[in-house]
């Protein structure tokens, strides 16, 4: 009886320790409807609204808020200088409130207002977003992408901060997410490989703190090439039990196209890694410990923004 409680105990700790060095892959299901959370075109005079990239963040008093890319057809990108903003009491409200623009651009200073995101440390909000390039031609080649960030104590008024932007690169850079993880900061986005290497690619900084920030390393690699690393877009890391997994958009191929990417390393995820492709656009992952998982789907084609459940299954 001893000699079978021993070995028994001696099995559960060896498959404890072989599963934390070998985390099983998960698959991203989207399992349910999804739910038109906000159309611009029911609050916004003017018509033919639609909204892309964007991000989610839920305040201290339990009320979540959506910041996003806010234009009209004709689709225009380089006139894209608002973020809506839109508040829910949770992640299921059939229609979240419209509080009209969030953010808008600095005349002279910021050409675009592209892709929040939002993290909440130490009391404080932190919006990371892409202001594109003030030169004339710039949306003809590879520019640089100029990511900046404002802060605020509520989401309703933010401030900029005094040393945008933090850094910039080549591509367009733009569709910031930012992860923690043992105490580090993974800073997440878009560009080409390089101003003559034109793959799209996505880029992690890191850092100890939301303001300084190390040099690029590239992550993944896509072989489509574009100015704008088009084909790597909407990048948003999540970790689950040891694994992290890349979802990126990838619009050149098909608008409406989310791959998801696993690895075992934060700063590397090799093509070869697919675990899914999702039928989403600029998609995010929000998590609520009451209401559970969710993905959200926009773009120039949906006259605003859905929210889907979601659920993770073991891949076999």
Known sequence: MKITLALTVTLLISSLFTYGQNPSVE??????PFVHIFDPNDTREGGNWYTNDHTFAKADDGTWHAFGIIHHLPVSPWNETRLFHITAKSLSQQKWE???YGLTAKPGVERVLWAPHIIKEHGLYYMFYNIGNMQENAPNYASWGQLCLATSKDMYTWTRHDRNPLFSDPGHARDSYIMKYHGTYYYYYTRVFNEVDLRSCVAVRTGKDLLHWSGPKIVHIQ????????????????????????FICRAMTSYNRTDVYYSKDPENFPVENLVCTLP??????IYDK????????????????????LRWKLKE
């Open 27 to 32: 698959i991203p299901e989207i399992s349910g």
């Open 98 to 100: 419209d509080h009209g």
């Open 223 to 246: 072989p489509y090439k574009v100015d704008w690393g088009g084909d790597a877009e909407s990048s948003f890391v999540v970790q689950r039990s040891g694994m992290f997994y890349l």
């Open 280 to 285: 989403v656009h600029a998609a995010e992952v």
């Open 290 to 309: 009451k209401e559970g998982w969710f993905i959200s789907n926009t773009g120039w084609d949906k006259k605003g923004l859905y929210l889907a459940p």
